[in-house]
């Protein structure tokens, strides 16, 4: 589960690199506890998190040279000129958050490991350090590993634990990797998208998803089928043309968190024939541009209406609370904020294909639109059949 290491700083960070890199993390961990917190270093090596950090309120430089105070000793940097970095703060609870997974059997170690780190940079850089269990508030810059980024960061791979209680002992070299993070990258994930050959009523859209999964995978595209739910997967979303009721679907988007899974989906797609269950062509896939049609499921708005049901992820039986938290925890499932309003819609649901499977048949439906705080990308599904083309929204 998602844990957030809030960092704040006392007076002052002079760190070279900013924001502290993942790497500068591990050592201040092990520089609090030594090895008393073995797993927790590991969770930590085996990650490269996404990392949020405010603006300085002031950032100045000096140089300084380090003098032989005692000439009996010979010194290696003795007269050479170093260069500091000073980065000052205003008054913010927070300055620095780490973005991990952790296990759940691990967060009261983990959690105790943390608020044991003193110092995150150079001697004198104190700080105060804490697990959190959401996102603290506070206006911050994103710092997301991606190959395009520009911002170079030491992150730790596997070994890098090792590396440094050696280095200790014998002054060896420390196994660490330079990732590339992008500052403030787009929230939208990388997609293609696909005209249909031919179109399909949106009450099948949960049939035509997985005539798609069904021809992605026989084209062996990874990341189709979804079964595998600790690696990132490629969600197909249909886009009905809401215009003029129209209730047909014509255009789907391939959507992953993982750049390289689209791209594969970019090439292989293409001209992809959908088969039904008794081997009848339904059509292909076409390669299409952006256009006002995608850009209702694609863009970014704060105001969001259901265009195909939401299958409910349980049963509410109309008490406000428990529907409260029924709405919330489907949200958070699928990695949204949460809105700041939902309103119940009128809608015909119940013609729309569900499949039997595990009961999916008989969960509620309902369409909903929602309002969020700020704008927020798509594609946006929620419920227990967002990956099969139920509980879609389109931008209102």
Not at 9 to 37: C, F, N, T, W
Not at 115 to 134: C, I, K, M, Y
Not at 201 to 227: F, N, S, W, Y
Request: proline share 7%; glycine share 6%.
């Amino acid at each position: 589960m998602k844990r957030y290491i809030a960092v704040k700083y006392v007076a002052e960070y002079r760190g070279a690199e900013y924001p502290p890199s993942p790497m500068k993390l591990l050592q201040a961990v092990i520089a609090s506890s030594q090895d008393k917190h073995k797993e927790v270093l590991s969770v930590l090596e085996a990650q490269t998190p996404a990392i949020y950090a405010v603006e300085p309120r002031a950032i100045y430089e000096y140089e300084r040279y380090v003098i032989n105070n005692d000439e009996r000793l010979q010194h290696n940097n003795t007269g050479t000129k170093k260069k500091d970095i000073v980065r000052m703060f205003s008054g913010e609870n927070v300055h620095v958050v780490y973005e991990y997974d952790v296990p759940e059997i691990l967060l009261p170690e983990f959690t105790t490991a943390i608020s044991q780190v003193h110092t995150l940079g150079r001697a004198g850089d104190w700080v105060f350090a804490s697990v959190q269990p959401e996102m603290p508030q506070g206006e911050f810059d994103v710092y997301a590993p991606m190959g395009t980024g520009i911002v170079s960061l030491r992150s730790p791979v596997q070994g890098s634990v090792d590396s440094l209680f050696v280095a200790y002992k014998t002054k060896s070299a420390v196994i660490f990797k330079n990732v590339a993070y992008a500052k403030n990258p787009s929230k939208a994930q990388p997609r293609v998208l696909f005209e249909l050959t031919d179109p399909v009523p949106v009450q099948q859209t949960t049939v035509l998803v997985a005539q798609i999964r069904h021809a992605l995978m026989e084209a062996g595209i990874k990341g189709a089928d979804g079964h595998d739910n600790t690696t990132p997967r490629l969600q197909i979303v249909p886009m009905p043309t809401t215009d003029f009721n129209d209730g047909m679907i014509r255009r789907v988007a391939l959507v992953s968190s993982d750049a390289s899974l689209v791209k594969a989906a970019e090439s292989k797609a293409a001209g992809l024939e959908l088969i039904d269950n008794e081997g009848n062509s339904k059509g292909y896939l076409i390669p299409t541009e952006f256009d006002a049609v995608a850009s209702q499921y694609l863009g970014s708005s704060k105001r969001w209406v259901a265009v195909t049901p939401i299958l409910q992820s349980g049963f509410h039986n109309n008490k406000p609370g428990k529907r409260t938290r029924l709405y919330a925890k489907m949200f958070k499932d699928a990695g949204l904020p949460q809105p700041v309003r939902v309103q119940e819609v009128m809608g015909r649901t119940d013609d729309y294909k569900v499949s039997a499977k595990h009961g999916h048949d008989k969960l509620p439906r309902v369409k909903l639109l929602v309002e969020f705080a700020d704008e927020v990308p798509g594609p946006i599904a929620i419920g227990t059949g967002r990956y099969a083309g139920l509980g879609v929204f389109s931008a209102k």
